[in-house]
């Protein structure tokens, strides 16, 4: 069955850089678009950045020019690169993928920006 499970959060500071990875299983990885969403306290879950098979990027407007995502078909895995972190960039990642209509989650990693 298909599985997401998200790695890399942590604790940083304003400024600093962390790296999430996804690793996926239980498809055919290269032929799917990844989406990185998250969720910080209170607040509904929101799109964070795209990567589709070609590749092609997209990013929310918040994150343009500070996250880069990106993907390594040989691992199965998704990647985010987050540089100058916020404090409002405090949230949790969720790696997700749509085959279908079928939305399937991984459990998320914690990123919390703070001095």
């Known amino acids: 069955q298909v599985q997401l499970v998200e790695s890399g959060g942590g604790l940083v500071q304003p400024g600093g850089s962390l790296t999430l990875s996804c690793a996926a299983s239980?498809?055919?990885?290269?032929?799917?678009?990844m989406t990185w969403f998250r969720q910080a306290p209170g607040k509904e879950r929101e799109l964070v950045a795209t990567?589709?098979?070609?590749?092609?990027?997209n990013y929310a407007d918040s994150v343009k020019g500070r996250f880069t995502i990106s993907r390594d078909n040989a691992k199965n895995t998704v990647y985010l690169q987050m540089s100058s972190l916020k404090p409002e960039d405090t949230a949790v990642y969720y790696c997700n993928t749509n085959h279908g209509g079928t939305l399937y989650w991984g459990k998320g990693t914690l990123v919390t920006v703070s001095s």
């Open positions: 239980g498809f055919t990885f290269s032929v799917y678009t």
């Open positions: 990567i589709t098979a070609w590749p092609r990027t």
